[in-house]
């Protein structure tokens, strides 16, 4: 690891930098450690079992980010110098290792692939370092409501041709996510509170609507009364993220997201939907 620059800085700093192109002909497990290196240099010192339980969970952040990157053309590790996906990078690891959730780790590694290939400073690159610090602060229970309401407001399928298509794509983005939607105001609130969502009670958006625009021909046929049952078919997860919208004093439909928000709930979206749409796609 000759090609390490040690450096000398403050608090919340990068304290190794990369000298010249070197990152398009590195190994994975060189820059592997050249980011462990970076954790454990930018992280508060802490008893021994302590900080290997944090160097361990760091390892998981930078190993999945890994993996992924590995899946993309080569060019891409040269973003690898830019200090802001370093500041990332870094900053993903010491949120995981405060926290280890075994969930986080690849949202976070989502989060990190999404901002390297946004290298520059636009509206996706900043929703990724936002939602990088604030994963910490979230709960499942609230990662799972962002991601119901940005497949119910973000997602439509505009070429499905039958409800049973539409019915499919439905229950391919709602089954991960439908066992944690909740009506429950405090959980709005933290998300709220947490710039995740606008929780705004002077408005809402008409459930309705929302579902017939996301597949208007197939469903231009169905009455409002058969449209929950028609748009989930026999899938009871996708029926229960439609009735529990529908509850609870339209708490859920005064919700709306954030870029901040978009970006996690993507990120949570990907694990189990690696092709869906690139972030950039939604983030305004």
Same mark, same amino acid.
């Given at each position: 690891m000759?090609?390490?620059q040690h450096l000398k800085a403050g608090n919340d700093s990068t304290n190794i930098q990369a000298r010249g192109s070197v990152y398009v002909g590195m190994q994975y497990a060189d820059i592997r450690q050249l980011f462990l290196d970076l954790f454990q240099q930018n992280y508060e010192t802490l008893l021994a079992d302590a900080r290997g339980e944090a160097e361990r969970r760091a390892a998981e952040v930078i190993d999945a980010f890994l993996q992924k990157l590995s899946e993309l053309p080569p060019g891409l590790r040269e973003n690898l110098r830019e200090p802001g996906i370093q500041r990332a990078l870094v900053q993903a690891q010491v949120e995981h290792a405060s926290t280890g959730d075994p969930d986080e780790a690849e949202i976070y590694a989502n989060l990190l692939i999404q901002k390297i290939s946004h290298p520059a400073k636009n509206m996706t690159s900043i929703a990724c370092q936002q939602a990088i610090e604030t994963v910490g602060q979230l709960t499942q229970k609230h990662i799972g409501v962002l991601s119901c309401l940005f497949v119910m407001l973000k997602v439509a399928f505009p070429?499905?041709?039958s409800i049973e298509d539409l019915q499919?794509? /439905? +229950?391919r983005y709602f089954d991960p996510v439908a066992d944690a939607i909740t009506a429950d105001v405090?959980?709005?609130r933290h998300l709220d509170a947490t710039a995740c969502i606008a929780y705004d009670t002077t408005r809402a958006f008409n459930l309705n609507a929302v579902l017939r625009d +996301? #597949?208007?021909?197939?469903l231009a046929g169905v009455a409002d009364a058969d449209l929950f049952q028609s748009v989930a078919g026999q899938n009871d997860g996708v029926l229960h993220v439609l009735t529990t919208?529908?509850?609870g004093d339209d708490a859920l439909m005064s #919700?709306? /997201?954030s870029n901040k928000g978009i970006a996690i709930a993507h990120a949570n979206l990907a694990?189990?939907?690696?092709?869906?749409?690139? /972030?950039?796609m939604w983030v305004q």
């Open positions: 000759d090609e390490r070429n499905v041709s499919s794509g /439905l +229950k405090d959980v709005l +996301k #597949c208007p021909e197939v919208f529908a509850s #919700c709306f /997201l694990r189990s939907i690696p092709t869906i749409t690139p /972030l950039g």
